[in-house]
Structure formats: C-alpha cells, structure tokens
C-alpha cells in the first residue's frame, strides 16, 4: 500500500498541503488518554503526527467506555496507555508513541516533553490543568487546553514560547485563578468526541497559517445550543504563575 | 444603569465591581471565569474593575473535564 | 591557506554549531545535522540520560563524529551550573562546557553574574569554557581574562528569532575580542546568519530556527550555505557603505548632473 495516497484527502485543502510533513517532523506531548486524549491522539496520528508522548495513570473501567472510543469491554481492568497505544500503532505502524503510566508532575516533566514542542492539556481535574499551566510556562513550552463537561467545553491555545505572547495573554491561570475549582459533572460521549475533534483540529492549525487569528483567544463552546463564542485572553500582571517580577521555581 | 450579562438586559446599580456583581449574583468566584466586552478580565482585576453602562458581561464556568 | 574554526584548540571546517533542543527524535535531529553540515552541537545537561548511553540524542551525535558541547541550560545559578558541567564531564567524557545560566524565565536571559562566577571555578577546574552572555563587551573582556575559550553573546532573547538585535555591541565585541565569537540566540533565519559572519563572527549558534521550520532538513541545508556565503562575504572583504550616494561609473555622474 502506498502510504503517501494517506494524506491525499487532508492535503487537498491548500493550506494543509504540507501538514502531514510538518507534523511528522514534531513530537507532542499529550496528558490523558480518556474521554479527549483518546479520539484526539488518534485523530493526530491519522494527520500525520505519529510522534507521541502520552501520559495517563488511569486503568479502563466499564464507565469509561460510553466516551472513550479508543478502548472496548475486553480492555476493561488494563492500562489505559497501553491500549491507546495499541490502538493508535494498529491506525499507522510507523507510529512512534512513548507512554507514561504516570502522574505528570514537577519530577518528570522533562522527560515527558522530550524533543516536544506542544503539549496538550487533555486531563480530567483542575489541580493538574494549573500544574501544566505552571510547568509550561516555566520551560516556556507552548500548551492547548481543553476542558469539557456535558453543557460547556473550553479551549484554548497558549503560545509560552513568545514572549510577546506572554505580555499580552497571559496563562490560564490569569483567567481561572490559582484557587479555581470545579464541580464534578456528567458527560456524553458525542459531547466528548466532539471537543476531541476541535483540539486535534487546532493542534493540527498550530503548524499552519490559520493558527494566526485563534492567537490569544479562548473558545467557549455552548455544546447544547451549538454555538461557540469566543474571548480575548487578557495578562494579568499580579498572576502568580506569568505575572512580572515572578520568579517560577 | 443597563448592562447585557449572558445574553439578556439588566438594570444594576452604579459603581459595581465585578467582584461585587458575581457576590450579588451568588456565584462562587472560584469555579468561573468572566470576560466584558469579549475581553477575559482576569480574575486579580474583579475587584478594581468597575461595570460601566452597556458593558456586555459574560460569565461562564471553568470546567476541568477530560 | 584554510580558512578553518579552531576552538580550544581544535580545527572545524563548519562554522555552524547546532542546538538539539525541540526535536521530535533523534532520528531527525541526526539528518538536520548532516544537511546543516555542523561538526558541533550543544545540548542541555539536564535532559541527557547521564546514566545510559545510548542516549536519543547523543547516540547519533557521537555516531556521526559531532563534537559535543553540552550545556548548563536550566541552572539557576553559579553553584547549578558548575554541578551541571561536572556531571557532563563524567558522563560524557567531555570538558567542553556552554555555560548557560538563565533563571529569568520570560526572556531567558543569561544572568552576567552568575555567568562569571561559574567560569571562574570550571576555567580553574580545567574545562573547555563557552560562557552564554548578552552582548556586553565589557563582560566578554572580563571573561577573556579569566581564560574562557570563546564568548557567545547574543543576537536576541532565545527562540525570540529576532535577528541581530545586539547588532552595534556585537560589532565592538568581535573588533575587540582575542578569543573567538559565537553569537548565539535569535538568529531566526540564514540572513541572520549571513549578517554574523559578515561583521566577522567566528561561528554561529542556531537552534529554534532549524527545528522549528516547515521543513527542517531543507532549512538546515539553508543555513549550512549561509554560513558559507557571509563567511565568504566577509573574507572578500565587503564594499564599504556610506553615507552619501556616489556614482560607480562616469555615466552615472553625467546623468546626476544632467538631472540637476
């Protein structure tokens, strides 16, 4: 089979002419495996991008199988990570993913973002999404996040790695507070599947033209009424994590 | 004076942060975000930022899920 | 008579040194090497696997002859830096150090102080010192003295590819430098690089400009021809620019007067 017929479709809308190269040139790193790091990471390496670094503890249980597309009753009691790799090898054997059963923290951050450029924040609690936040704005590595529930998913684009950025935008935590909590909520799996789809899409727009009018916008999408309103983000200068005068450690 | 808050008109009164506008409204800061005028205000600026007549308010909630 | 790039006494035909940080494996980082024709590269001491190796990216790098020219990338300060170096020596043999020293995390530039302090100690310790600073051609003197191998300031904040914004102080620290000059940091494009070796750097350090382009084999190959063209460019010795407009041949002049 001649593999290059792969990306015919993709490569017929012009700015996507050279996606699937570029994307084969970058390695990702990806934090959670679930409800959005599954469909995500396999959209991603249909698109080209087989260099992977994903992260996630957790093990399948029968609840996650109604979102989780990637994983089916004979997982269920297995690694999540395992299977998604499984998974994302058997859509294209070239694929080069490394896996961590592990919690991303302070510790093995380095590691994970290896040669990484990108990481996707696809975790399920708040307390992480502002550890990444903190952690890729101190080694200045540019970070999507998403986030979802069934009425309500966020996404947005942090682009660490220019200064300029950073002056005017801010992290996530100028706009959520370094207190910022989160009631658990129920989920479908369409909902899921759907915001997976807008961040394999924007991650995919990174490494092309188009990124240029999502810079420095959060997207809030209404998953109900269908509809997706967008924001500018905003610095806030007493920001404990990007704020000035602010050392990281 | 008239602000547009979440799609819809309301009267509120003068000199109202935002800090003190998500009080009234009882919500709890801590699990929202808010944007005026399509702009995030970033959560440190609620309390200094005073709502001005036909300010467009949009509040909506973090969500952590993945 | 060559025209080669000797530092700490070694001779180098390419005056290109490549940074490894940001990409996607060592596989690619290996091909953008060769096309880029760089015999140096740097690396930060904190992401190599000390312990083992075969490591992602030093594996290739010794595979292929590449000197090694680790760095210190990540340290805080003085006391970091100098751990960071000893560890490199021990793991990988090598005492040539980059000392890089930047705990300001939004611009990432290098602290002078610390900088210096570090140098003191590895310089006396005997390593191969290659100080990361900004373009202060009082700190590169200070530095000369104290026995460093070359200087490397800066064009621009890293990853910033904003060219040679340093450009005046570069020019008065490579007029005045007895140890060669590496500018590193900000050149974000071959012109960039043609524009360090025509004001006479020795060397030039790229990074973010490689691994992060469209298509990074093609654009190291673009770089590893920029160095030859300024270089070349710079040892032809370039036409002088001035200031008010003068006529290259007696045509010009009548035309100019004629226009009058």
Redesign the interface.
Known sequence: MNNTNRYARQQMIPEYQDLDKRLEQNRIAIVGSGGLGGLCSYLLVGAGALNINIADYDTIDETNLHRQILYREKDIGEKKINCCKRELVELDKRANINTFAEKITKANFQKFTEGCRLVLDLSDNIETRLSLNSLCFANRIDLIHASVTAETALLAYFKFSDSKFIDEYGCYECLAGENATTAKKGITGPFASAVSAFVANLTMQVFTDRITEKLGKIYLFDLNRFSIKSFSLKKSPLCKCCGTSKEVS | MKINYNGSTIEIKDNLTLHSFVLELQLESRTIAAAVNEQIVPKKNWEKFYLQEGMTVDIFNLVAGG | MTDKLTLAGKSYDSRLIIGT?????GE?LAKACKESGAQIATMAV??IDTKDHTD?IVSPLLDMGIQLMPNTSGAKNAKEAIFAAQLAREALEVDWIKVEVH?D????LPDPIETFKACEVLCKDGFKVFPYINADPVLCKRLEDIGVCAVMPLGS?I??ARGLDTLSMLKIIIRESHVPVIIDAGIGSPSDAVKAFEIGADACMVNTAI??A???LKMARAFNLAQEAGRMAYKAGLADKIETSRATSPMEAFLKEAMK
Not at chain 3, 21 to 25: D, R
Not at chain 3, 105 to 108: A, D, E, H, S
């Open positions: 940080g940001k990409y996607a494996s690619i904190k992401r992602e705990p995390v939004k611009y990432l904040p990853g910033s691994a992060a469209g298509d990074q």
